[in-house]
């Protein structure tokens, strides 16, 4: 204390003493001073030595600028070759920056102006306003040298500048060479040192993606498709193809011919798929582009002047037509031991359930018997023998199949013989000899099933014989309704995406007649829409329009009624803005079901586009709340679900928007969200979805309840998932009493033991970068009928007919078409929807 007494007798003075003390803190030179003292005896060299430099560049004598500003450039770059924060020399040019701004303007032009220039852009770096875009500036003005010798950091802020400077010369329509001549520097400097995704990036700014074809090589092409083709699903129109184009130009121009068809099958360009089949003449990379159009399921031809030998050129179509196709599969069927048929007994498993054990007890034998049906048809599908439907080896004739027919009613009996066509999946030869003795019979729901079953048993085979089409012709024509709508539906399955025009004639006279009921009208234009499968098709468009005009409102108010929508929309199945005109049209529609329309007109042209908008305007549908009468929100619900399904990050965004919908939604949205959960995870049990589902099978509303433990099925279709199988063995001892509940849960576990595990439901293939057109149509049919759960699924129609199948089996083969003897790995390998 005693230092403080001399001030104690001068209370104000000792009071006024701190100020005095804080005033030096402030002064400039003292705090320079005081930084100066904080800086190592290196620094504080390097310190002094720029400001020599920056006093010497202002020197009258020309070589006294000339070593200044070389040594200023040595400084500069030796410094930025490598930016983790911000370089020594320019945090200590900082403050003269202004200067040599000033003592640049005052310059005569000489190779030192631009030099300095030169140093300027560089300290433009960190030093100009926001907005001025000085490093550009002045990089423009100064010596032409190597832009990458400053640095990537300086390099990636000056192709920043360059895409504002070019949007604001484009608006303002000035000249952009001198932009483009840096734009050349900078993307083959970026090339060079793996930065490919910051070059599409600048091309894509200054629309001139052409460049990169020069400018890519061995060593980093593949990864600069990788962002070409990931960033094409987030562009709009046209970019995305451009995009997509650029990328099909650089796997052609490195031989890398299998991507290249995927980009082209893409594009649906199927120009670029002959120029492929033309340029390539490796035969086994032939064999795999054949493989992948067959797994697509779109009809090529392939011609002489490709394949000169006939030999050759049959042996690829038949890989195309799907023709071995029902052979590879039991090929692999028998490699991994699973050809023993199961019945829906083994499925079921009743004799894990505790308490209410079987579950059979209190429902009619018919529904129970479909149900059986459904599932021994999906279990054994392809694999042409099973314990109900087909005769085994040792009966002689009139064997167990015949039975099990006559233990269903009526639309069972079309649905018993139907699922002869699915356990016999693509077997053209042996379905259509099992099936020719439903023909003869009297039952017209017999033959109708069995007509059905043509179509099934030729899906996504194209035979050149056309033995479908030559069956089903005469049958087309009948009185009775359930023989029409067979023979339709077969003809549907049987040619979808084929685009036939036989079985156009067939049908649109069909389609014109104003005397056929609606149901026929309606499966009509389904199979129009399946056949025609995002063709835009102006004629057939135009019949079901005035299909749709000639129905009177009591019959627009039925549930089938929504087919009629629906086939169009197949027309233009992911064809986006070519729907513009026919969406147009379809305001002019009886209100009943103009919305109906709209939305699924909307869905089908954006299905698999990712597009965010559309994605938007239907969440904006659903957030409306209707008259009770009003239930067109079902179809914005699947059309969120068919939109975003694109990618992982859309698909994600949009379960998260469907679980919103659940709480906030009216009761036709709950009742259509599980449907669009399924759609969006179909064959990919996600742990989230899976218990969401769970949660909404015991839903208070039977329908909500209906469609969720349908979408359990379809999302663990073909994967043999353990735990969905247990939550249907439980919800099948649950629902017990219910019979509809019931049929709904063995229809779900068939579904999850899909072709014993060898199919999926799943539309997309070659690691998700091509959609079926075929399979999503298929799955659009099925999840537009579940929309009228009690009055389709569970009504008078056959359930077959609202599971197009479409699908492959994983093969491996060698040059020969042969199997080589190689280990494989079970899992969902191919496709059925």
């Known amino acids: 204390m005693a230092p403080a007494e001399p001030n104690s007798s001068g209370g104000a003075a000792a009071t006024k003493d701190p100020a005095p003390v804080k005033v030096p803190s402030k002064d400039p030179k003292k705090k320079d001073d005081k930084k100066d003292e904080d800086l190592s005896e290196e620094d504080l060299a390097l310190k002094q030595q720029l400001e020599l430099y920056v006093e010497r560049v202002q020197d009258p004598d020309p070589g006294l600028q000339k070593v200044a500003l070389e040594s200023m450039r040595q400084e500069i770059r030796m410094a930025t070759s490598s930016m983790t924060s911000v370089p020594k020399p320019l945090k200590f040019l900082r403050p003269h920056y202004g200067t040599l701004q000033a003592h640049y303007e005052n310059m005569v032009d000489s190779d030192l102006k631009k030099l300095l220039a030169d140093i300027l852009s560089v300290l433009a770096l960190t030093m100009s306003p926001e907005g001025e875009r000085e490093s550009l500036k002045y990089r423009l003005l100064g010596s032409d040298g190597d832009i990458g010798s400053w640095g990537h950091e300086y390099v990636r802020n000056l192709a920043g500048e360059i895409s504002q400077e070019y949007a604001k010369r484009q608006s303002e329509e000035g000249p952009i060479d001198d932009l483009m001549d840096l734009v050349v520097q900078i993307v083959a400097f970026h090339m060079k040192h793996n930065a490919e995704p910051e070059a599409v990036d600048l091309l894509m700014e200054v629309e001139d993606l052409d460049l990169l074809v020069e400018h890519v090589d061995s060593t980093n092409y593949k990864r600069t498709c990788l962002y070409l083709t990931s960033s094409a699903k987030y562009l709009p129109g046209p970019d995305d193809m451009l995009v997509l184009d650029i990328a099909h130009s650089i796997y052609m121009k490195f031989n890398e011919y299998p991507r290249a068809l995927q980009i082209a099958l893409y594009l649906d360009n199927f120009q670029y798929v002959k120029e492929l089949f033309k340029i390539c003449k490796d035969r086994q990379k032939r064999q795999q582009f054949c493989f992948i159009l067959a797994?697509?399921?779109?009809?090529?031809?392939?011609?002489?002047?490709?394949?000169?030998?006939?030999?050759?050129?049959?042996?690829?179509?038949?890989?195309?037509?799907?023709?071995?196709?029902?052979?590879?599969?039991?090929?692999?069927?028998?490699?991994?031991?699973?050809?023993?048929?199961?019945?829906?007994?083994?499925?079921?498993?009743?004799?894990?359930?505790?308490?209410?054990?079987?579950?059979?007890?209190?429902?009619?034998?018919?529904?129970?018997?479909?149900?059986?049906?459904?599932?021994?048809?999906?279990?054994?599908?392809?694999?042409?023998?099973?314990?109900?439907?087909?005769?085994?080896?040792?009966?002689?004739?009139g064997g167990s199949s015949s039975s099990w027919l006559f233990k269903n009613k009526e639309h069972g009996k079309a649905s018993a013989a139907a699922s002869l066509g699915m356990i016999l999946l693509w077997d053209v030869d042996s379905g259509l000899a099992q099936l020719d003795k439903y023909f003869h019979s009297t039952d017209t729901h017999v033959v109708a099933g069995a007509l059905l079953g043509v179509g099934i048993v030729n899906c996504n085979v194209q035979n050149e014989c056309d033995p479908a089409l030559a069956l089903l012709a005469e049958y087309v024509d009948k009185d009775d309704s359930a023989i029409k709508i067979g023979a339709i539906m077969g003809l549907g399955l049987a040619y979808a995406g084929a685009q036939n025009e036989h079985v156009r004639v067939l049908l649109m006279q069909i389609l014109g007649d104003g005397k056929s009921s609606l149901d026929v009208i309606a499966f009509t234009a389904i199979s129009l829409g399946l056949v025609f499968v995002g063709s835009c098709n102006e004629d057939i468009a135009q019949a079901i329009i005035i299909a749709l005009m000639d129905r009177s409102e009591a019959e627009l108010g039925d549930p089938l009624a929504r087919f009629l929508p629906l086939g169009l929309g197949l027309l233009y199945l992911g064809k986006q803005d070519s729907v513009e005109a026919t969406a147009e049209v379809s305001k002019t529609f009886n209100e009943k079901i103009r919305k109906h329309c709209d939305m699924t007109l909307l869905a089908c042209a954006y299905a698999g586009t990712g597009n965010v908008l559309k994605v938007q305007h239907f969440l904006g549908q659903c957030a409306q709340h209707l008259d009770k009468g009003e239930a067109y929100q079902g179809q914005a619900v699947l059309g969120i679900a068919m939109v975003a399904m694109a990618e992982d990050l859309g698909l994600e965004m949009a379960i998260r928007s469907l679980e919103h919908l659940l709480q906030y939604g009216e009761q036709n949205i709950r009742r259509a969200v599980p449907l669009a959960l399924g759609l969006l995870c179909i064959s990919n049990p996600k742990v989230n979805v899976m218990d969401t589902l769970s949660r909404l099978s015991h839903d208070a509303d039977s329908e909500v309840a209906m469609a969720a433990i349908i979408s359990l099925g379809l999302i663990?279709?073909?994967?043999?998932?353990?735990?969905?199988?247990?939550?249907?063995?439980?919800?099948?001892?649950?629902?017990?009493?219910?019979?509809?509940?019931?049929?709904?849960?063995?229809?779900?576990?068939?579904?999850?033991?899909?072709?014993?595990?060898?199919?999926?439901?799943?539309?997309?293939?070659?690691?998700?970068?091509?959609?079926?057109?075929?399979?999503?149509?298929?799955?659009?049919?099925?999840?537009?009928?579940?929309?009228?759960?009690?009055?389709?699924?569970?009504?008078?129609?056959?359930?077959?007919?609202?599971?197009?199948?479409?699908?492959?089996?994983?093969?491996?083969?060698?040059?020969?078409?042969?199997?080589?003897?190689?280990?494989?790995?079970?899992?969902?390998?191919?496709?059925?929807?």
């Open 295 to 397: 797994r697509h399921g779109v009809p090529f031809e392939l011609d002489d002047e490709t394949f000169p030998e006939d030999e050759e050129r049959e042996a690829f179509q038949d890989i195309i037509n799907n023709n071995k196709l029902n052979e590879g599969y039991l090929t692999l069927a028998r490699d991994i031991e699973v050809m023993e048929p199961k019945s829906p007994e083994d499925i079921y498993k009743a004799h894990l359930l505790d308490g209410r054990g079987s579950g059979g007890s209190a429902v009619d034998s018919a529904r129970q018997n479909l149900a059986a049906t459904f599932v021994n048809a999906f279990v054994n599908a392809g694999f042409g023998q099973d314990k109900l439907m087909t005769v085994p080896s040792e009966v002689s004739s």
């Open 716 to 833: 663990g279709s073909g994967t043999n998932n353990a735990r969905i199988a247990g939550m249907l063995r439980n919800l099948s001892s649950y629902y017990y009493k219910d019979a509809s509940l019931l049929f709904c849960v063995r229809i779900a576990q068939g579904l999850v033991h899909l072709g014993k595990g060898l199919l999926t439901l799943s539309p997309y293939h070659s690691e998700r970068s091509l959609l079926s057109p075929t399979a999503l149509a298929g799955l659009g049919v099925m999840l537009h009928a579940c929309l009228g759960m009690k009055a389709i699924i569970l009504g008078e129609i056959s359930l077959c007919s609202i599971f197009p199948y479409t699908g492959h089996a994983a093969k491996n083969v060698d040059d020969s078409r042969r199997k080589p003897e190689t280990s494989v790995s079970t899992g969902s390998c191919g496709s059925s929807s």
